[in-house]
């Protein structure tokens, strides 16, 4: 996207929307959305060229001048605010930021659900610096910018950013950084290795290298060199994120977390999904059982269980839980992480495709009591719309990680389904980026 000229017309923001853009109207009523622009400000902008711009019911900009500046603006801490893609709201102080996020949930619900909670939540803070241990850096050779570039993506641009430290990634891989873009540029490889995925574990990092074709003896020399000076776990994927394998050191503690309230300790792979944020998915899963209540002889499903994050705590109450998941590899994952932890005995996991699951098919896997749903952004119509109009789960909590997607299931479950909204609220999973976390609690009306 190119900048315009800038555009002469002050316009008041009303709001910040799911990608952390100021909204505002123009005088001729068209909706304009505007980068770098905060609630309550009154702001000068650069039009945004981008497909379809001439004719558009809507405009796009990028500030240029503030004329009326919002009490919680904030320095952003990173020197590449607005440039690197990773954050959108760093210049927003962290209460506001939570503020938003409440407000974008609320919105949705209310616009595109059109329900509301009998009660809010409040919403759940954690760290916000440091938190990401989860991530996929991109990798670059741009001589022109002498060397190799290491790190999030250009903001809306499928260019890597030139940053060296990154304030959302632990200080420790943050630190690594520039040590990673000198790595790669010595190998061989330099130019067939685009991505690095991280894992932090409690205990190790490991690095995923992306590989387009196999390391040189040299380039292995250097690799494992820099696995030791660093003390971080080199593995390699030279295909898809099941053929990742560790590469150095081979003696490496596995990747685990803790779930410490209830006894938990669950291993994974670096290329599996996990939760980003290991200290708000802590505090998320405390709220969800205490909201969930599963009790010792009910039959709970998790459904988009994934490595059975929620399904082992659900266990641990005794009841019987059945794990649904797309991914093959996860469900095995699943099964051995609930042997890990002594809970074949009252878990299942199968594999399934739920974007395509059947009012025939959902009734096929037996009666629940209770659900657990958390899916990925695109929600769970499919699922939702399975659901039998009268019996079915008695209480459903629905984990989302788009409010959009989830207020749209919502309306099924509360004017299809015979469900009431009883509570709902934020976690602030991913502080300083405008991605919203909710939990959602239904309950048979
Ligand atoms: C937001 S994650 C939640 C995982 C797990 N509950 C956790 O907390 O770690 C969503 C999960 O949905 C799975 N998934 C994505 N598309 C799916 C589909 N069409 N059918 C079933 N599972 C799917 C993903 O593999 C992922 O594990």
Redesign the pocket.
Known sequence: MALHETHSETVFIESIDHEGQGVGHLSDGRVVFIEGALTGETVEYARLNFKGSNKASYEKGQVTRILTTSAYRVQPECPWFGYCGGCSLQHLDESAQVATKQRVLEDALKHIGNCRPEHWLAPLHGPTWGYRRRARLSVRLVPKKGGVLVGFHEKKSRYVADMDSCKILPPAVSDLLPALSRLILSLSLRERLPQIEVAVSDAITALVFRIMEPLTVDDEVLVRAFADQHGVQIWLQPKGPETAYPFHPLNAPRLVYHLNEFAIEMPFGPTE???VNFGINESLLRRAMRLFNPQAGERIGDL????G??SLPIARSGAQVVGI???AE?VKRAAENAAHNGLSANTQFQV????KITPEAYAALGAFDKLLI???RDGAFELVNALPETGGPQRIVYIS?KPATLARDAAVLVHQKGYRLITAGIANMFPHTAHVESIAVFERA
């Open positions: 999904f996990t939760q988009f269980c994934g490595l994050n929620f998941e797309g991914s996860l399934a495709d739920l974007f958390d899916p990925p990680c």
